[in-house]
């Protein structure tokens, strides 16, 4: 029985690093295609720039700028539909308490009028 187990073990270490090897491969070719067409975008970008400054720039920059108007459809769904309001923190003095305190020491200890 074990040495079943062990041997089901061993081919399935051999078959996870064949699929593991044609994975990789597979990754570099198409990360060398992603390479060589990025290089040929380049070139003629480069070439384009010559040409039409402005235009090139105006390309370079709307691939930059991310999209706002997409957040701000997101934020918009994601607002709950009930809002709680927190109180006040445990030992932490509310707003109007310390502005009682702050009544209480301005008043007692007032500067003399002379």
């Known amino acids: 029985m074990l040495g079943e187990i ?32 990025f290089e040929a975008n380049q070139d003629m970008f480069h070439a384009e720039a010559e040409k039409n400054y402005w235009r090139a720039i105006m390309e370079l920059s709307s691939n930059e700028v991310p999209p706002t108007e997409k957040r701000r459809r997101n934020d918009n769904e994601k607002k709950p539909s009930v809002i709680f309001i927190q109180g006040p923190k445990p030992g932490k003095p509310t707003d109007i308490s310390r502005g009682i305190i702050h009544l209480l020491t301005t008043t007692s200890t007032s500067p003399t009028r002379s």
Not at 29 to 36: I, S
């Open 6 to 37: 062990i041997k089901e073990a061993d081919e399935y270490k051999v078959q996870l690093y064949r699929r593991r090897k044609i994975a990789c491969e597979t990754n570099k070719a198409t990360d060398r295609e992603k390479e060589n067409l």
